[in-house]
Nanobody, 123 residues
């Protein structure tokens, strides 16, 4: 399985961005697709996750109500729509796949990772 993240960029506070994670290789409905982010000097933190089937979604409290994770069936991709962006949302965003079927917020439970895409929220 290979993951390719894209869509990062520079945006003003209050703006929006949509990240995409293209997934190549076999997938299962029980796979958990996650987004994590890492700001300079800080540890990688969980942002959002969903099962490949879309039956389960979970968000970090810091992004709940502002970010939406979804699957693009046509492109075999997982998207992260980010609205009302804040400077604290700045960081490298990574998509990841967890095939264990358990563990949603711990990065150690994810076996496959894409490269990061940089999001900068600044005026």
């Amino acid at each position: 399985v290979q993951l390719q993240a894209s869509g990062g960029g520079l945006v003003q506070p209050g703006g929006s961005l949509r990240l995409s994670c293209a997934v190549s290789g076999p997938t299962q409905n029980t796979d958990i697709m996650g987004w994590f982010r890492q700001a300079p000097g800080r540890e990688r933190e969980f942002v959002a996750a969903q099962t490949w089937s879309g039956g389960f979604r979970y968000y970090a409290d810091s992004v709940k109500g502002r970010f939406t994770i979804s699957r693009d069936n046509a492109k075999s991709a997982i998207n992260l729509q980010m609205n009302s962006l804040k400077p604290d949302d700045t960081g490298a965003y990574y998509c990841a796949l967890n095939r264990k079927g358990y563990g949603t917020t711990n990065s150690r439970d994810y076996e496959y990772w894409g490269q990061g895409t940089l999001v900068t929220v600044s005026s």
